[in-house]
């Protein structure tokens, strides 16, 4: 059941009988493996504008063991023999290992590459017995587990994120939302040496989360050091009056350009859809409030900051702040139920309401 290119040699051994219960030993019967061999991934996936590290291990015959030193290049070739430029070595080649990071990935990195050593004697060699089918998709959606939780009031819970790690010096960034407790990320290898992200959301539940929409988000990074998309913009940003109308833009210089824009409204820990494009026209209320957009394109989603909208409060009064308080400040010593039959806007009312009963106290 285990690898032998990995040195491991797990096996399970069926239909035991008390004949059988006794020592036994392990002996490798291998023609090849003193012939040239490859170990990589048949298929990996990388992302446009981003680097792939593939990892590969190899054996050369005896004979040519003394030739391979670190004078020895780890060279790639496609199906016609073109070498692969912009790579660069991660591996130590005298130690038997050929990984390499590809840089600057395109479309035109979709085919097959196979490995190649080259070395300033007799040892050249390319490796055509496997190579590695490269795959430029957008970015891969993160891995919930478990998918749903139903737990009690009181009980831990322990929620993982995962998503593909294809570039080890470019991981990706996960991040959770509503952010319930402690978050603990790391690195894990894979059978086929290629590494997934893991963060960890540890929490304690409780009736606040009761019907909670917990989610994680992976947002990739480019070699130029931008994100895959660019920081959006939301405009305008100035106070508005409560019931007029509005108009919202959303947006964003990101490369490839913006495919899809939402808007959403941000209440606590809770996100609700509330349009689908890059404008949003919309009533003042000061029951939204807190909103952002976010842009999608084909190498994945990002999200502006959240905006607070300033909605002011008006009302039917011309009275003067100050006036209008000072009548009804009189007007709850004298007659408190008074305070309730006022022509005024209720939330103008709970504002002022919430201040006076503060200067009573």
């Known amino acids: 059941t285990g690898d032998l290119t990995q040195k ?23 023609p090849q493996c003193h012939k040239f061999s490859v170990s990589l991934p048949p298929n990996i996936k990388a992302l446009q504008g981003s680097c792939v590290t593939i990892p590969c291990s190899f054996q050369v015959e005896n004979k040519y063991k003394t030739n391979l030193d670190s004078g020895c290049k780890v060279v790639w070739k496609d199906i016609t023999e073109n070498t692969l430029l912009n790579t660069r070595k991660t591996g130590d080649i005298t130690q038997n290992s050929c990984s390499t990071t590809f840089h600057d990935i395109g479309h035109q990195h979709n085919q097959t590459y196979f490995f190649r050593v080259e070395c300033d004697n007799l040892l050249k060699y390319t490796f055509r017995e496997a190579g590695v089918n490269l795959q430029v998709t957008a970015p891969p959606t993160p891995t919930l587990t478990p ?30 939302s509503p952010v319930l407790g402690h978050i603990q990320e790391t690195l894990q290898e894979q059978l086929d040496k290629t590494y997934v992200k893991v963060s960890t959301l540890n929490f304690t539940a409780c009736p606040l989360h009761h019907k909670t929409n917990l989610s ?59 349009g689908n494009s890059s404008v949003l026209n ?28 300033d909605v002011q409060c008006i009302s039917g009064s011309t009275l003067s702040s100050t006036r209008m308080t000072k009548l009804l400040t009189q007007s709850l010593r004298v007659h408190p139920a008074t305070l309730w039959r006022k022509p005024i806007l209720a939330a103008c009312i709970r504002v002022l309401f919430i201040s006076v009963i503060t200067q009573s106290s």
């Open 8 to 30: 491991n040699c797990t096996t399970t051994v069926y239909d035991i009988t008390e004949q059988q219960g006794r020592g036994v030993w392990f002996r490798l019967d291998c």
């Open 282 to 309: 919309m009533k003042a209320s000061r029951d939204t409030t807190a909103i952002f957009c976010e842009a999608q394109n084909e190498l994945g989603t990002d999200n502006s900051t959240v905006t607070d909208l």
């Open 216 to 274: 994680c988000s992976a947002v990739y990074s480019r070699e130029d050091g931008t994100h895959v998309l660019s920081p959006m913009t939301v405009s305008p940003s100035g106070p508005v009056t409560e019931h007029s109308n509005m108009s919202l833009s959303c947006s964003s210089d990101a490369n490839p350009a913006v495919q899809h824009y939402h808007w959403y409204k941000a209440d606590g820990g809770t996100h609700t859809l509330i």
């Open 147 to 176: 998918p749903t939780v139903s737990v009690s009031e009181g009980q831990s819970v322990s929620v993982q994120c995962s998503a593909p790690v294809p570039c080890l010096s470019l991981p990706p960034t996960l991040t959770w």
